[in-house]
């Protein structure tokens, strides 16, 4: 199952890529755990200077910026993909 995580203190931005993330996931059919992560001090650990931030399965894919929902879908499949291409 593939961990997204949104990165990000709660703002109108981090909560319309959580909306975008979870219809994107939908949208690919694949199961996934959309986690919501507000503390500052995680964030900034994963790298985040801009918030929102997008992680697919620990790789940060996305920050500063709201993706378009294409984008989020071409960004969990190309995660996917590199996953598949690896094992």
């Known amino acids: 199952m593939l961990k997204i995580q949104v990165l ?7 909560q ?3 909306t975008l993330t979870r ?3 939908a949208g690919l059919g694949v199961e ?9 001090r995680q964030i900034m650990a994963r790298g985040v200077m801009a918030t929102p931030g997008l992680a697919v399965n620990d ?6 910026r709201v993706p ?9 499949a ?3 993909a590199e996953e598949d291409a690896g094992s």
């Open 8 to 14: 990000g203190p709660g703002c109108a931005n981090c």
């Open 16 to 18: 319309r890529l959580e």
């Open 23 to 25: 219809q994107a996931v």
């Open 32 to 40: 996934a755990e959309v986690e919501k992560v507000t503390d500052m």
């Open 59 to 64: 790789k940060l894919v996305s920050t500063g």
């Open 68 to 76: 378009s929902a294409s984008e989020v879908m071409a960004l969990i």
């Open 78 to 80: 190309n995660v996917l």
